[in-house]
């Protein structure tokens, strides 16, 4: 045995003074929470700016890379989360497999980005629903969201899954009828005149700005998948997690060429790259959505309005999926001893229920913050969010490297996995290339010839020397060590 100051078992994670978690989420439920985190704000409003920038060309290429990447980084958490299921998995793994001050630091990031998350969409749903009600109460409908957030959440996980469930389902829907009816534009059926493949070739399509602009939309690219990884999360409380992980994880590559490249690419096609509408798309202005821009030219008079509603439901999925994965992080966090023991206690549905409440109460404050002092603390926290996505697919990714070096390194078997990630080492060392490559660029458009703006440095890159303090603050602290290979714990107790 290593010298390791923490070595949480699954049996840890599983049960608790009050019990253990449910494991109440079917296949269904898996599978929807795999694509309805891919599918959000971020295609149906952010896309448009992307082909803008980088030209419809640009944009497609953009898309398609960074899926790619997501669907490596999938088939790795995969591999790890149908072999150790838990609900803390970013966390559990890098304890395990990398050095418990590794895990920490991946389980706290992880759970500010999704804790502050919860604040921001409750503000993006108050604006949504002043496109029906202009002059509503942002705080009245961030009130109402977030109770109707927490009552998904402490009914059951099973209440958590059926609300992502139908909230997936409408964006699903939503994507289906827009490329059908997009295709429809394209070729002239039913629509008038085909629009063809002609904003392919004007001005500098379809390759607008070359390869620097692509390398910019990797960026956008990569926060509109975000989202994805939580399938890690859920395989702690999914019903069969050997067979359901791995059925979601296959669909992911599919179902993300399908609904975000596609989608992409219908929109360059019928939308003009030089259209100004494209880069004013924003959840402020409903009316020039992408999605909406495209329903309009097919005649659809109640485009805005369904885009409206849609978007809505958008929200209260991330707003629920961040409260659930924020929960269940804190919870981790609590059981191997990196929080308040105080934050492990589960109810009688299997909610860890004090966690809740924290993610609950910590979304309200820095919600309410945003009404005080200009919204700096609020903003600022915002910020800081701006590279975690990143930063925890960076995490995966050693952690599936170092668990796959550390299951031969003690002579197991890998055909005992129940799944087992493709082409390995490529996918974990692609995703570390493609995320490096993104955080990098975050600062590309601060820097203006011999001028530096230091305070939009500060803000994009803030969460990176917090990242870096987390880790080695406590690995002073506690004096942890790089866990050796052949010591990586494999322990499946429980599972």
Known sequence: MSNLEVKPTIEEHAASPAGKLERGLRSRHISMIAIGGAIGTGLFVASGATISQAGPGGAFIAYLAIGCMVYFLMTSLGEMA????????FETYGTRFVDPAFGFTLGWNYWLSWATTIPAELAAGALVMKYWLPGSSDLLWGGIFLTLIFLLNVLSVKGYGEAEFWFAGIKVITIAVFLIVGVAIIFGIFTGPAVGFENFTKGEAPFKGGFLAIIGIFMIAGFSFQGTEMVGIASGESENPEKNVPRAIRTVFWRVLIFYVFSILVIGLIIPYTDPSLLKSDVDNIMISPFTLVFQKAGLAFAASLMNAVILTSVLSAGNSATYASTRMLWALAQSGKAPKLLRKINSKGVPIYALYANILFGLIVFLSSFVGDGVVYLW????????????????????YRFRKAYVAQGRDLNELKFKAKWYPFGPLLTLVLCTIVIIGQGSDIISGDTINWYGLLVSYI?????????????????????????????????
């Open 82 to 89: 149908t072999y150790l299921p838990v609900s803390g998995s």
């Open 381 to 400: 926290l915002l910020n800081m969010t701006g590279l975690t996505g990143f930063l925890t697919w960076v995490g995966i990714a050693i952690c599936h």
């Open 463 to 495: 969460s990176l020397p917090v990242f870096i303090i987390l880790w080695l603050g406590y690995k002073i602290i506690k004096k942890t060590k790089v866990v050796p290979l052949k010591e990586c714990d494999f322990n499946r107790d429980n599972v």
